[in-house]
């Protein structure tokens, strides 16, 4: 069983839980994933994405969520993250959106990095932290800059 963070209008797909604030037709949990604990137990999921929901998080939630991941993930279970890249065109379009990542950023919950002893969260390996080009929406004059970040991390022990 897999968990779709902020699943919001996304077609259902088999064998994932879908969870958002708003309720919706593809929604099997309304919880706002900012208030922790969620209503599941430890180590439910083999997965977890979260597609286009971590930059409309106020970012002194992020620990929180991250650690709350890291909880309901199995051991070695996957945490799949996609965003706008800080700075493009599909970050600043959104008047939701809070805050981006940026490649590094991921290193702060890893802990072969440096960047993981400022704040400690629950331990992530990093896998995969990536920016790609995204095309710009139709009508809108070449010359922004627009990408995405995949990121990837595996749950690791402490």
Known sequence: MRLNLGCGQEPKREG???????????????????????????????????WQLFEHLPPWTMLDVMNE???????DGLLKIGMPAAGSFGFYQDPT?????????????????????????????VLTSVTYPKALPQGIAPGPYNAGLRIILRKRMP
């Open 97 to 125: 959106h809070c805050h981006t990542w940026n490649e590094a950023t991921p290193r702060y919950f890893d802990p072969q990095y440096p960047h993981y002893k400022i704040y400690q969260p629950k331990p992530w390996t």
């Open 69 to 75: 991941c890291w909880r309901v993930l199995r051991t």
């Open 16 to 50: 994932v839980i879908g969870l958002d604030k708003m309720a919706g037709p593809t929604v099997d949990v309304v919880h706002d994933c900012t208030i922790v604990p969620w209503p599941f137990p430890d180590e439910s999921f083999e997965g977890i994405i979260a």
